[in-house]
């Protein structure tokens, strides 16, 4: 069999749930709560359009040409003043730029994860990161995770246990896929638990702009005084993700390291999307377009969990997020989401069985995912009742 041929870092890799399910939303009539995209209506496609032009015509010596790994200048330095402004960096720390924040998460496992390495995870977490960090055979540490977040005691043991484990993995704010962000109890916690296994944390931060409802945590980059904290940031949630820009600020020695295996991996991020970019950020003001964002966020979110009130089982349990893409549904454990969402496609509704988040993908899982953020309130209303209507019915 050719397939004999493949390295044991990809043989265990599966495509997703989710990427089967892009097949089935490709489809006008399915009403799909899967996927984890941005509102298009809120792309800036007019003013790109301008800047593009103008770009090309007055900066495309620049916008065409190889560029540097690290990132172009003025797009680091308008990152950096951002992460100044939410207090993320000190003086030992640097920022590079990625091509998402994927790449980010990718190559700071690869600097880091030699085959059979432990990683802690929360569980569930983004299938992306837990995906990156299978390729590098890396043993997966799952954490059961809570209403605040990771559980620390979990976290505490596997350390205890010594088992090689060289990162802590999570999105602490809006997590994907529960919708559920980290107390700062806990932030201060696992940074200490970091600082004393002599460990490192990534932090995954593309949603923590988001927030609709609620106070804002300090990120736990923030509270770092030892540079144990990779921070991750992105710009596919806040202006576009096809322009594919994300960074990473953690301190420089660990930074060059990131760099060097980014030029082996693409060279630099594509420098006319950092170039568009970078005066898009100066021509118009990203803050006031972010509070357009989280308005309509927070308005579908709010719609959507007052549809799942009124229309799904008592014993379906759902997190209530204050900001992010997501609500995590919990149903009794007799459920198996995937067969659940067998029967919600029939009925043209899609979203994403909870297993495909999990570190064990095989296990039936009795949550999902839902996403709000691409919908009209119409629609909502439709899927919702209609995936209401399929709990119920798989009950009698
Ligand atoms: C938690 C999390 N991290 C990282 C990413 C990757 O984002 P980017 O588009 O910046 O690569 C995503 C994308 O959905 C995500 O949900």
Known sequence: MM?????????????????????????????????????????????LAEIAQEVLLNNGTTALQYSVTEGYGPLKEIVKQRMDKAGIGKKEDDIAIMSGGQQGIDLTAKVFL???????????????????????????????????????????NILKANNHVKLIYTIPTFQNPAGITMSLEKRQKLLEMASKHNIYIIEDNPYGDLRFKGQDVPTIKSMDQDGRVIYVGSFSKILSPG????????RSDIL????????????HTNIFAQVLATQYLLKYCIDEHIKKIRALYGKKCGFMLECMDKYFPDYCEYTRPEGGLFIWCTLPDRYDSVEIMKQSVQHKVAFVPGNTFMADMEKPCSSFRLN????????????????GEVLKSIDN
């Open 243 to 250: 322009l594919r820009l994300g960074w990473i600020v953690a």
């Open 372 to 387: 709000y953020s691409t919908m009209t309130e119409e629609k909502i209303e439709q899927g919702i009742k209609t995936l």
């Open 3 to 47: 397939d004999n041929l493949f390295a044991d870092r990809v043989k265990g890799l599966k495509g997703s749930a989710i990427r089967e399910i892009f097949k089935l939303i490709q489809q006008p009539d399915v009403i799909s709560f899967a996927g984890g995209l941005p509102a298009p209506e809120m792309f800036p496609a007019k003013e």
């Open 114 to 156: 030699n085959e059979g390495d432990g990683i802690i995870c929360e569980n569930p977490s983004f299938i992306g990161a837990l995906n990156a960090f299978r390729a590098y055979n890396a043993k997966l540490f799952p954490v059961t995770l809570e209403n605040d977040g990771m559980c620390i005691e979990q976290v505490e």
């Open 256 to 267: 060059q390291k990131v760099i060097i295996v980014k030029q082996v991996n693409d060279v």
